[in-house]
Nanobody, 124 residues
C-alpha cells in the first residue's frame, strides 16, 4: 500500500521556522519526484516546492524562494521542507505528493499519490 505521511506542522510566530517531513512507503522512493503543495480554504492547491528524483533541480514558488528548502533522504524514504522566516500568508495545510518521474512536476494533477496534509499556522 502506498502511503505518504506528513508531519512537522504546527503553530509558529512570524519569523519562526518549521521543518515538514514526508515519509513514503509502498513504492520505490528513489524513482519518484516529490512535491510540496499547500491549500487554504476557498483557494486552489498550489505548488510550493517540487523536486525530481534524480535531476537535481528544484522548483520554488516565488513567495517562498529564499525562505524554503526542499530536500530528500532516499535512505530514509523521506522528503523535507525546511521553512524559515515564516509569514502569516504561509498559513495553510501542506501536502506532499509523489509521481514516478526523474524530473519534477509542478501541477497538482501530475501527481499520483498524496499525503493527508499537515496544518501550518503562522501567527502575526
Amino acid at each position: 500500500e502506498v502511503q505518504l505521511v506528513e508531519s512537522g506542522g504546527g503553530l509558529v510566530q512570524t519569523g519562526g521556522s518549521l521543518r515538514l517531513s514526508c515519509v513514503a512507503s509502498g513504492f520505490t522512493f528513489d524513482d519518484y519526484a516529490i512535491g510540496w503543495f499547500r491549500q487554504v480554504p476557498g483557494k486552489e492547491r498550489e505548488a510550493v516546492s517540487c523536486a525530481g528524483s534524480v535531476d537535481g533541480n528544484a522548483f520554488y514558488t516565488d513567495s517562498v524562494t529564499g525562505r524554503f528548502t526542499i530536500s530528500r533522504d532516499n535512505a530514509k524514504n523521506t522528503v523535507y521542507l525546511q521553512m524559515n522566516r515564516l509569514k502569516p500568508e504561509d498559513t495553510a495545510v501542506y501536502y506532499c505528493a509523489a509521481v514516478r518521474s526523474a524530473s519534477m512536476y509542478t501541477r497538482e494533477y501530475d501527481y499520483d499519490y498524496w499525503g493527508q496534509g499537515t496544518q501550518v499556522t503562522v501567527s502575526s
